[in-house]
């Protein structure tokens, strides 16, 4: 989800806040928010899928690192600007793609999970009562380990316990995790007896397995490709050889602990033709990719679907 206004004030709040009690009341802040989004999302996918990714990026991103937009924010929760920067100091990471986001920050704050998945509810009941037709996929992402979905599969279901069942609304829901470590594909037959659908996040899955950063490898890759190291820039065109044999180590062993599981990617790769061919051949479902790249990639799927 995307944050900004009141959205990104609410999360700022309970990012600063001092104890769990600060962060649910700026949670609560931002359930209706949410609950609004969903809503208005269920409404526009009216009969189809609406796969959603739960809060994933490092907390620092959502602060702002000095300049005008500190002082503002300072104002805005009442808090010295020395307190803002101890705050954002305090948050600041060597390494954040591998830091403190995604399942991790899920599981140390579980109160963003119950919020999120209330929001997604309640809005699932309430555009159901409306007459649409509500099909909830909920993703957590970036797990290492089985026991990490278990943790957070049960906040989720407990969630819909309470407002499915307060509400009397049987609404089907699913709950699934992005693999984008390498250990989450090598573990996926574990990962699978939770997980009731894979989404391969290539960008981070390339990111690991060849530990290159995508922010900062653009300094040597060209130069990669043109001397033929690397056959094709990786976070553009998928990497077959090893990335693609972590999916496909995945998908063989995940099928083989629940068999039908659903599975695609979601990244730049997939939108690309030969990485969508490369999934069809391996047997995923979907690829998700950004808007504009949607015909190149229905193209590519069509050719794919003809070559067999």
Known sequence: MFFEGDRIT?????????????RRRALQKLLPMQRSDFEGIFEAMNG???????LDPPLHEF???GGEETKMLARQLGLGREEINRIVEGLRETNPMLGHRGARLLVTFPEITEMQARAIFEAAVRARRRGIDVRPEIMVPLVATARELEHQRAIIEECAHQVLGAMDEPIPYQI???????RAALTAAEIAHVAQYFSFGTNDLTQTALGLSRDDA??????????????DDPFQVLDQNGVGKLIRIAMDSGRRTRPGLKAGICGEHGGEPKSIAFCHRTGLDYVSCSPFRVPIARLAAAQAALGD
Do not use: K, S
């Not at 189809?48 to 990714?53: A, E, G, L, Q």
């Not at 699934?176 to 390498?182: A, K, Q, W």
């Open 63 to 65: 602060l702002p690192h």
């Open 218 to 231: 653009g300094r040597f890759l060209p130069q990669y490709v043109e001397m033929g190291i690397f056959p």
């Open 48 to 54: 189809f899928p609406v796969n959603i990714r739960l």
């Open 10 to 22: 609410a999360v700022r709040e309970m990012i600063v806040a001092r104890d769990e009690g600060g």
């Open 176 to 182: 699934g995790t992005m693999i984008e470590l390498p």
